[in-house]
């Protein structure tokens, strides 16, 4: 009987109904995409290295190591030898070991040197391989192979001839060397969007006539004769490992930051991912504070839409008292009438935000990188709408308790 009457007065007032069923619906779409996105910006941040068991580079800090061999920001305090990375690949635990050589740029995108084992066992988003959108991997010694941001910033195409900057930001460069773009990545949402990668022999290649951070007077060495010249690494930046069982992990961690010739780190990407994340994470807590912020309002303005419409149904209310209606009758037609609505609400806010997650997931992938996951509600997401159902209850009972309080002769009263 409650539930009809309070259902029959909902349509009665359809129009401002409706608009706060919108509200709440767009405020529960808004929380519930925010945790999405939060959900999914976090995994894509601890998804942009995996496979690979170990990053090693000089001894500094795991953040920074982590920053610099995967992220290009910062630079190494040190180098590691070409023989202590001859030693650890050597070791028996050692499946896979790929160098990474860093400090050119090319207009401000940072260019790195590395093997063609990169291309292999590079993997990111829980095992995805890089993939070739256009072109081919190094085949020359003056082959490039640029991420997608690169291609699409510089307008860049395959065959253009790219200038490498020695250093960052500076103004030298190996203009006697020019490299070929050779191929162009498919977009990954990982820094190796923004990366220009070359071979390790290249970067040996373009700094034979470099003493000093210039290049030697009168002295420029033809590409044909570098190509023909023994080109093995000095030094490397840091170095991905992978190894042969997860058992040996950490004995291989362990050696490594014990090795005597010269002092190293070996860290665990996804230990100092979390690291990281625990730093630039914030921001998630203040998006959902102000999502939460924005379900509020949308229940505060429920509330004062049943406050408003309290004056224009005091002849309603008065009517219900004088055909026997008990005043806790009136106080729960109301309280219903708010759980319908706040039930409806985020109801509607749940398929506006799968309808956004469909829409949205293609373009948030190809654009930033950014992989949503489109699965049931879960758990969490059924007690946040329980939540405001529960909240609508509560924020209804101020209004209804008014007109519990109201009398019989003072819904009768005509007041002007």
Same mark, same amino acid.
């Given at each position: 009987m409650i539930l009809r009457l309070a259902i029959a007065s909902l349509f009665a007032r359809a129009l401002t109904v409706?608009?706060?069923?919108?509200?709440?619906?767009?405020?529960?779409a808004l929380f519930l995409g925010v945790e999405k996105i939060r959900t999914g910006a976090k995994a894509s941040f601890a998804d942009t290295i995996s496979g690979t068991d170990l990053i090693v580079g000089a001894r500094s800090g795991s953040v920074q190591l982590l920053l610099y061999s995967v992220f290009r920001i910062g630079n190494a305090t040190n180098n590691v030898t070409w023989q202590s990375y001859q030693d650890i690949a050597a070791r028996s635990e050692v499946d896979w070991i790929v160098p990474i050589s860093l400090g050119d740029s090319h207009r401000q995108f940072r260019v790195m040197g590395t093997s063609v084992a990169f291309f292999e066992h590079y993997k990111y988003r829980q095992g995805r391989s890089l993939e070739v959108a256009n072109g081919a991997i190094l085949s020359d010694l003056f082959d490039t192979v640029i991420g997608a941001d690169v291609a699409a910033v510089l307008g860049y195409e395959i065959g253009d001839p790219i200038i490498v900057a020695h250093g960052l930001a500076s103004f030298a460069e190996h203009k006697d060397q020019p490299f070929r773009v050779s191929g162009i990545l498919k977009k990954t949402g990982t820094p190796i969007d923004r990366t220009v990668i070359v071979s390790m022999e290249a970067i040996e290649a373009i700094h034979v006539d470099w003493q000093g951070g210039a290049q030697v007077q009168g002295q420029a060495t033809p590409a044909d004769e570098l190509r023909q010249m023994e080109l093995t690494p000095k030094a490397v930046t840091a170095a991905l490992v992978g190894v042969k069982?997860?058992?040996?992990?950490?004995?291989?961690?362990?050696?490594?930051?014990?090795?005597?010739?010269?002092?190293? /780190?070996?860290? +665990?990407? &996804?230990?100092? /991912?979390?690291? +990281?994340? &625990?730093?630039?994470?914030?921001a998630e807590t203040a998006l959902l504070g102000v999502s939460f912020m924005v379900v509020v309002t949308a229940l505060i303005g429920m509330m004062a839409t049943i406050f408003s419409s309290l004056n224009e149904r005091r002849r309603e209310m008065a009517i219900f008292r004088a055909m026997g209606a008990r005043p806790a009758t009136i106080l729960s037609m109301l309280v219903l009438e708010a759980v319908v609505m706040a039930a409806l609400g985020a109801l509607l806010g749940l398929g506006l935000l799968y309808l956004g997650l469909f829409i949205g997931q293609p373009i948030l992938d190809r654009e930033f990188g950014l992989w949503l996951v489109i699965d049931p509600p879960s758990l969490r997401e059924g007690w946040v709408m329980l939540a405001v159902i529960a909240a609508g209850a509560i924020v209804s009972l101020v209004p209804a308790i008014r007109a519990y309080r109201l009398s019989v002769a003072d819904g009768m009263v005509v007041k002007t």
């Open positions: 409706g608009m706060t069923i919108l509200a709440i619906a767009l405020s529960v069982s997860p058992l040996q992990i950490f004995r291989l961690q362990r050696a490594i930051n014990d090795y005597g010739q010269e002092p190293l /780190l070996a860290i +665990l990407p &996804g230990v100092a /991912l979390q690291e +990281l994340w &625990g730093i630039v994470g914030i």
